[in-house]
């Protein structure tokens, strides 16, 4: 009996995009499994941003192929994204301060209680306690407003609301900037529940401590280009960060005197 090859949840091909005489992308290739997290990493211009947009539907690839589940599709705009089971949390979270958690989670999704236009409050707090709940997400209350709540918890309220309408890839902006230790903690937790309930989760940063901590494997990014793509069960920080730079890890300084024939070349 053949063994039926996994096939990721969400895999581009080929994807290029130019912004005028600025080649961001080159013929890049990119896959993330279900229940995996992948770091995407790189220096500043190396086109992850770029290459995030183009997956959320905000950027339009010049070239390329995008398939989910096995399937070619076709965006158009975020909203494709969101349709098809891609969800986005960027850097600035896109909270609302002055509204509540709940109001937060279905902020756009209000749910209505007909035949009046009236909210149906009732229902959208029992459902937001059961999404943070089976995420083992801990708030004061769901009444709570977004503007007292902690960094970390505010990054997981963003989260929560990303999952609660069936995404099955998330994509996660650089979640612990500028949260301190136990905040930290406690999204990089969260990040592991989401791959243990069986979604792809892909995470920018620039943190490598955390990478290290959370992810199962980290694509690098190098002038628009994917140049590797290591298992973290195999791989140092410090070869990451050559890859990252394009530095020579195996290189011998010429001075070294238990430098033997052929020492200098790469590893």
Wanted: net charge negative; hydrophobic share 45%; with cysteine.
């Amino acid at each position: 009996m053949s063994v039926i090859e996994r096939q990721p949840i969400l895999q581009l091909h080929g994807i290029s995009k130019h912004f005028g005489a600025v080649q961001a992308l080159s013929e890049i290739d990119f896959e993330v499994y279900a229940g995996e997290v992948v770091a995407l990493v790189g220096d500043n211009g190396a086109g992850k941003s770029t290459l995030v947009k183009t997956i959320a539907g905000i950027n339009i690839p010049d070239s390329g192929e995008i398939m989910f589940e096995s399937r070619p599709v076709v965006m158009h705009g975020p909203r494709d994204a969101t349709r098809i089971g891609i969800a986005t949390v960027y850097q600035d979270l896109a909270l609302c301060d002055n509204l509540d958690v709940v109001g937060n989670l279905f902020l756009g999704r209000e749910q209505t209680e007909p035949p009046l236009p009236a909210l149906n409050e009732e229902h959208m707090e029992k459902r937001a306690i059961e999404v943070l709940s089976t995420l083992a997400v801990k708030l004061p209350s769901v009444r709570t407003a977004i503007a007292s709540l902690s960094g970390g918890q505010r990054q997981s309220t963003a989260v929560a609301r990303s999952v609660m309408w069936d995404a099955k890839v998330v994509l996660l902006d650089e979640p612990t900037a500028a949260l301190g230790v136990a905040q930290t903690k406690q999204v990089l937790e969260l990040i592991r529940r989401l791959r243990d309930q069986g979604l792809g989760i892909v995470v920018i940063s620039h943190n490598l401590a955390d990478v290290f901590e959370v992810c199962d494997r980290i694509v690098v990014l190098r002038l628009g280009r994917r140049v590797s793509d290591f298992r973290v069960k195999d791989a140092s920080r410090e070869q990451v960060v050559a890859a990252i730079t394009g530095a020579d890890i195996g290189r011998v300084p010429e001075d070294d005197p238990d430098a033997g024939p052929g020492a200098g070349a790469s590893a």
